[in-house]
């Protein structure tokens, strides 16, 4: 049994939610390169070359990509060897977000209720996701997430009548709807299976994934690759203006589901897809 002490969770926490928001992932700072690239329209062009010039200054400067720099989503993998002392694991996570949304100058965007709001000050709470894993170790990801790509997140609950194409057609109408409001080119993260809750979570978790690593399941992978390229027919474009690139990356993920059901989520982010991990 390994011991680990509350007090270097809050530390990684605080370093992860500066660091997030601060610096691309290297795999969607490719991606965005790559895109324009390609890209034939001036327009598009224009807007994806101060994308990059803004990414760039960010990371040379250490200021934030956006001036929305979300809610602190914090995935914890916990090694069932592992023994968490020191104080409550909630008030770490949450004391490392309040330190570092502090620390590295952050908008605070969480307000103490949903409808009759008033604003928490310091971010918290986070966004806690645990999960019981094999092992002496955690893995901490945090992974900031904006509400312009938030809100336009959708799930359904299809039947599994709805097969494959229904999916789709989901998964095209969320995007369509969506328009130039989630700050494209964005990456879409989807999540198929389970129950109403962990169906949200998987599209969530898909965003945390690195988009040049495709799913290890040859089915799922190819549907990854023809939704991403339906998707970019759209023309939606760089923040809405047309051309080739509605979207840097579609990822999915999967888990079993009840024979009556077939759950899709579709979690939409911008293309500031900001996520750092640690291994403690």
């Not at 986070?126 to 790509?149: D, H």
């Not at 990854?224 to 339906?230: A, Y």
Request: glycine share 10%; charged share 25%; hydrophobic share 35%.
């Amino acid at each position: 049994m390994r011991e680990i002490k509350t007090a270097e969770i809050t530390d990684v926490v605080e370093r992860l939610c500066i660091e997030a928001n601060e610096q691309l992932p290297e795999d969607i700072k490719g991606a965005i390169r790559r895109c324009r690239a390609c890209e034939d329209w001036e327009t598009a062009q224009g807007v994806l070359d101060k994308i990059i010039e803004n990414f760039e200054i960010a990371g040379e400067e250490h200021v934030p990509i956006c001036q929305d720099t979300g809610m602190a989503c914090v995935f914890l993998e916990i090694g069932q060897d592992v023994h968490i002392t020191g104080g409550d694991l909630r008030e770490a996570v949450d004391e490392g977000v309040r330190r570092g949304y502090d620390k590295g100058y952050l908008r605070k965007s969480v307000v103490k209720d949903p409808v009759r709001r008033g604003n928490t000050g310091d971010n918290t709470p986070a966004m806690l996701y645990t999960e019981i894993v094999p092992g002496e170790q955690i893995k901490i990801t945090v992974g900031p997430k904006g509400f312009g790509s938030e809100n336009m997140s959708a799930i359904r609950m299809f039947k599994p009548s709805a097969g494959i194409e229904g999916i789709k057609s989901f998964i095209l109408e969320t995007v369509e709807a969506a328009g130039p409001n989630p700050c494209p080119p964005m990456v879409v993260g989807v999540g198929i299976g389970g129950t109403f809750d962990k169906c949200a979570l998987l599209a969530k978790k898909a965003l945390m994934r690195n988009t040049e690593e495709p799913n290890p399941d040859p089915y799922y992978a190819d549907l990854e690759k023809e939704m991403l390229e339906k998707i970019n027919e759209l023309g939606i474009g760089p923040q809405g203006f047309g051309g080739k690139t509605t979207a840097l990356a579609l990822n999915i993920e999967t888990m079993p589901t009840h024979i009556a059901g077939m759950p899709c989520a579709v979690n939409i982010n911008c293309h500031v897809t900001r996520h750092k991990t640690e291994v403690i």
